[in-house]
């Protein structure tokens, strides 16, 4: 007796004894059965959302910051286009929607209400300053929607609709400050920036810093952004005669600075500068002569010795031309977009909420290191590196972190509502800019 019985079921006509008439219809079930099949499978396909997934990229564009945006647009577009040569996102292709922030808070809002309402974009790709942030935080969640935002950021605030790819001023100024101690033997700092949001927020960050570490700060000078008469500044840095002058200024200002303390007899072997908002890309655009042999605190430098990096930089120069280079910014704005487009794939879908959920754990490993969301704050934790400048406009690193750094927004030495007094205190926040030219940087404790 056998062990298994097959059940009808499982046999052939042939095998049952049907006649041959009724094998032949049998047989015809078989390509009608296919037929069937491939119907289903195509209307299946016609059932997969193919529509392209849209996005928004808002940048000044028509202002003194064109060139610096322009270029974060250009890393943005270069890591879109990539995407899209691979398949895109979910068996989508991505387009993209540019619009002009005018480096005005409102505009910038207007803008990304435009962006969100009218072209459906699910994220934007968007510098943020804090003034930025105060009017388009509350358009973003009432809209559901995402802002990534690349480059420096001046911290003071978090939010789960806003994800910041680029450092905080407790991860480039305190390790700066740091490596000053140790390197240099600095004991006696200057603090020189403008009236922006970002250096305030950084020099009271460092003054903070150098107050633990038992140095002292020297003094501190605001200079109006566009004014490039430094006499003033140049007098108070001699004066005080400090050990290292910390550079809050953007690239034109630092190099009229550099300038003038060399006609001083304040070069860089005799007072070093260490920037913070400068980097290769900026240096295209000003006279850096008088900026060689000084330093820059920064995430990322072009030729970090890794083979990540190499591969970057090539894409970027094949992309946009031999002469471009890349910077800490073009670095957090490309790799904003590929954080996106992972958390985008780890959900599964476009949908903002279920994105927004996803990136607060995304990481990858970028030129400098590992760029990782923190999932509580949404900023991004990332590495630091202190490069001195050579001829070619290139840093050489002389160090690096050993590891990411933890972002703070709002940095321990002063409670959580000590630092929004502080912001609210700033002119920035109030009618309008009210630094005198010359003034002192407003570093203090506000009561």
């Known amino acids: 007796m056998p062990s298994h019985i097959p059940l009808a079921s499982n046999r052939s006509p042939a ?19 296919f037929l069937a099949g491939g119907a289903w499978l195509g209307l299946d396909s016609l059932l997969v959302d193919r529509r392209p997934i849209v996005v928004g990229i808002l940048h000044s564009l028509s202002d003194a910051n064109s060139g610096f945006e322009k270029s974060l647009i250009d890393a943005e577009v270069m890591a879109l286009e990539e995407i899209n040569r691979d398949g895109g996102l979910l068996g989508r292709p991505i387009r993209w929607v540019i619009a002009d922030g005018g480096s005005d808070a409102a505009t910038f809002a207007q803008q990304a209400d435009r962006l969100i309402q009218e072209n459906r974009a ?37 939010s789960a609709h806003i994800v910041s ?13 740091e490596w000053c101690r140790e390197s240099l033997a600095a004991r006696r700092f200057f603090i020189v920036g403008d009236d922006d949001d970002w250096s305030r927020c950084a020099g ?89 042999g000084n330093y820059a605190a920064s995430a990322y430098f072009q030729g970090i010795d890794r083979a990540t990096d190499q591969g970057f930089v090539q894409n970027f120069k094949r992309r946009y031309g031999a002469d471009r280079v890349t910077s800490e910014s073009i670095s957090s704005a490309y790799y904003a977009v590929y954080l996106w487009a992972g958390a985008v794939r780890e959900a599964g879908t476009d949908n903002v909420s279920r994105v927004r959920s996803s990136i607060r754990q995304q990481s990858l490993s970028a030129p400098e290191g590992i760029i990782a969301i923190d999932p509580n704050t949404f900023h991004a934790w990332r590495g630091l590196s202190i490069g001195r400048l050579r001829s070619d406009g290139l840093f050489d690193p002389v160090w690096t972190s050993r590891s990411p750094i933890r972002p703070m927004p709002f940095p321990v030495t002063r409670s959580k509502a000590e630092w929004m007094r502080f912001l609210a205190a700033l002119p920035s926040q109030r009618t309008g800019r009210t630094t005198p030219p010359q003034a002192p940087l407003s570093l203090g404790r506000q009561p």
């Open 204 to 292: 009271a960050v460092a003054a903070d810093q150098i107050e633990s570490q038992g140095n002292t700060l020297a003094g501190s000078v605001s200079l109006p952004a566009g004014d490039f008469d430094v006499s003033g500044a140049v007098a108070a840095i001699s004066e005080a005669r400090p050990d290292v002058l910390l550079c809050l200024l953007q690239a034109d200002l630092a190099a009229t600075l550099a300038r003038r303390l060399r006609e001083a007899g304040l070069g860089s072997a005799i007072l070093p500068m260490i920037m913070f908002a400068v980097g290769e890309d900026d240096l295209r655009r000003v006279p850096r002569d008088d900026l060689v």
């Open 15 to 33: 095998a049952v004894g049907l006649p041959p008439s009724r094998r032949k219809h049998w047989l015809w079930l078989i390509p009608l059965a």
């Open 122 to 158: 699910c994220v934007i790709f968007g510098r943020a300053t804090n003034a930025v942030r105060r009017h388009i935080e509350q358009l973003m969640t009432a809209a559901d929607s995402l802002l990534v935002s690349p480059g420096i950021h001046p911290g003071l605030g978090e």
């Open 165 to 177: 790819t680029g450092p905080l001023p407790n991860q480039q100024i305190v390790p700066a400050l």
